[in-house]
């Protein structure tokens, strides 16, 4: 990726006959807490070493211009006239982040841009977030606005929600804005404080198997979900009228409002609330230095994911049996809102290249797919690079 800046910086002078700004925004993975975030509870989420680059310059006018390296597309506008989701799908992160700058009254001149990613699209590492916060940097360095990184993420997650039509939470932004290198961040996604907490993987690697499938159930099922977990606080709280979200849930109150939720709520509670209470274990298994302990609670929420909560599949659950019955695989789970996508794991290096080819051979002979591999490294949230 080095070279590929290097060329992309030669490029960009040619184009425009000025030096770039280069601004760096990673994608994120998320250790723990899954479908936590919308009971208001806890993730743990940390920025990656695939990131996407964005070169930037003044342009002297009005006039904008946008270049995706990657697609081989560009487009043109206006920096002063009234924005409006596009056709081009990718163009429409970029004049998101635009609007809600100038929604919050601040002033932009024209700029010329060209970007690239190693990010793997669709992979469940939230290029899109990165895409947003990464120009947002851009924008806020070149203009000197001054934009703390957690109103970044803030405003990344609103133009997702308006330009692009994606009702995200606002773990991925808040991943690629806040990471910090060797750290994973415990974000409250009710009052967004956070804490962060050594991330020393020692003697293991973080690897990400990708399914190579995506399910079409994932949106529908989604909604299902959220609407499930809100009929289980209802009645939680005939038991506990302070009980707003399951994240003030505990399980004796659980419990105890059985009998009035039909099983399936019941279950779905079920690992909501366990789901919190594993992400508080991982953080301080991780403060004590204890890697194995953390590779069986992942194992835990898999389970939970597939069993209780029900938006694993088939290829996700085989990658999962797969990988543990490998001699140096000490934990994974599927990873993201389910129904394909990746499972991320922890394996010990000096076993890692044997997993991966026991684990992709296994996987293609179980259901003739050719799972990705990435294998990844915590890095530092977004900013400048020298």
Same mark, same amino acid.
Request: some cysteine; hydrophobic content about 40%; aromatic content about 8%.
């Given at each position: 990726?080095?070279?590929?800046?290097?060329?992309?910086?030669?490029?960009?002078?040619?184009?425009?006959?000025?030096?770039?700004?280069?601004? *760096?925004?990673?994608?994120?993975?998320?250790?723990?807490?899954?479908?936590?975030?919308?009971?208001?509870?806890?993730?743990?989420?940390?920025?990656?070493?695939?990131?996407?680059?964005?070169?930037?310059?003044?342009?002297?006018?009005?006039?904008?211009?946008?270049?995706?390296?990657?697609?081989?597309?560009?487009?043109?506008?206006?920096?002063?006239?009234?924005?409006?989701?596009?056709?081009?799908?990718?163009?429409?992160?970029?004049?998101?982040?635009?609007?809600?700058?100038?929604?919050?009254?601040?002033?932009?001149?024209?700029?010329?841009?060209?970007?690239?990613?190693?990010?793997?699209?669709?992979?469940?590492?939230?290029?899109?977030?990165?895409?947003?916060?990464?120009?947002?940097?851009?924008?806020?360095?070149?203009?000197?606005?001054?934009?703390?990184?957690?109103?970044?993420?803030?405003?990344?997650?609103?133009?997702?929600?308006?330009?692009?039509?994606?009702?995200?939470?606002?773990?991925?932004?808040?991943?690629?804005?806040?990471?910090?290198?060797?750290?994973?961040? *415990?974000?409250?996604?009710?009052?967004?404080?956070?804490?962060?907490?050594?991330?020393?993987?020692?003697?293991?690697?973080?690897?990400?198997?990708?399914?190579?499938?995506?399910?079409?159930?994932?949106?529908?099922?989604?909604?299902?979900?959220?609407?499930?977990?809100?009929?289980?606080?209802?009645?939680?709280?005939?038991?506990?009228?302070?009980?707003?979200?399951? *994240?003030?849930?505990?399980?004796?109150?659980?419990?105890?409002?059985?009998?009035?939720?039909?099983?399936?709520?019941?279950?779905?509670?079920?690992?909501?609330?366990?789901?919190?209470?594993?992400?508080?274990?991982?953080?301080?298994?991780?403060?004590?230095?204890?890697?194995?302990?953390?590779?069986?609670?992942?194992?835990?929420?898999?389970?939970?994911?597939?069993?209780?909560?029900?938006?694993?599949?088939?290829?996700?659950?085989?990658?999962?049996?797969?990988?543990?019955?490998?001699?140096?695989?000490?934990?994974?789970?599927?990873?993201?809102?389910?129904?394909?996508?990746?499972?991320?794991?922890?394996?010990?290096?000096?076993?890692?290249?044997?997993?991966?080819?026991?684990?992709?051979?296994?996987?293609?002979?179980?259901?003739?797919?050719?799972?990705?591999?990435?294998?990844?490294?915590?890095?530092?949230?977004?900013?400048?690079?020298?």
């Amino acid at each position: 990726m080095v070279q590929k800046r290097e060329d992309i910086k030669d490029r960009f002078v040619e184009a425009f006959g000025s030096e770039p700004e280069i601004f *760096r925004a990673p994608g994120r993975i998320n250790i723990i807490g899954e479908h936590t975030d919308y009971n208001d509870g806890f993730v743990l989420p940390a920025a990656i070493d695939l990131a996407v680059y964005v070169f930037i310059q003044k342009s002297g006018s009005d006039q904008s211009k946008l270049i995706s390296i990657d697609l081989d597309e560009s487009y043109f506008f206006n920096i002063k006239e009234a924005l409006a989701p596009v056709d081009q799908g990718w163009v429409n992160y970029f004049l998101g982040v635009i609007d809600q700058l100038q929604m919050a009254g601040h002033q932009l001149e024209g700029f010329n841009l060209m970007f690239t990613s190693d990010i793997p699209m669709g992979s469940g590492l939230s290029s899109s977030a990165a895409l947003e916060c990464g120009f947002g940097q851009a924008l806020i360095d070149l203009f000197d606005l001054n934009i703390p990184k957690m109103d970044l993420a803030k405003m990344g997650q609103a133009a997702e929600h308006k330009f692009a039509g994606v009702k995200c939470g606002i773990m991925d932004q808040f991943a690629s804005c806040m990471g910090k290198d060797g750290h994973v961040v *415990r974000l409250d996604c009710r009052s967004l404080e956070f804490e962060y907490y050594p991330a020393d993987f020692k003697a293991y690697d973080l690897v990400l198997f990708d399914s190579n499938v995506k399910h079409n159930l994932a949106d529908s099922q989604y909604n299902i979900r959220r609407a499930q977990c809100e009929e289980g606080v209802k009645a939680l709280q005939s038991v506990n009228p302070d009980i707003t979200s399951l *994240r003030e849930a505990n399980l004796e109150d659980l419990a105890e409002a059985q009998a009035s939720m039909e099983e399936v709520v019941y279950r779905r509670c079920k690992y909501a609330i366990e789901e919190n209470i594993r992400v508080q274990a991982v953080c301080e298994a991780l403060q004590a230095g204890e890697i194995e302990k953390v590779g069986q609670i992942m194992l835990e929420t898999h389970h939970g994911l597939s069993k209780d909560y029900e938006v694993s599949c088939k290829e996700l659950d085989t990658l999962i049996e797969i990988a543990t019955n490998c001699e140096g695989h000490i934990g994974g789970r599927m990873m993201g809102g389910g129904f394909g996508g990746c499972t991320i794991n922890l394996i010990r290096k000096d076993k890692v290249d044997k997993v991966i080819s026991q684990v992709v051979d296994g996987y293609k002979k179980a259901l003739g797919i050719d799972a990705k591999v990435y294998r990844v490294a915590i890095a530092d949230g977004v900013g400048r690079l020298k």
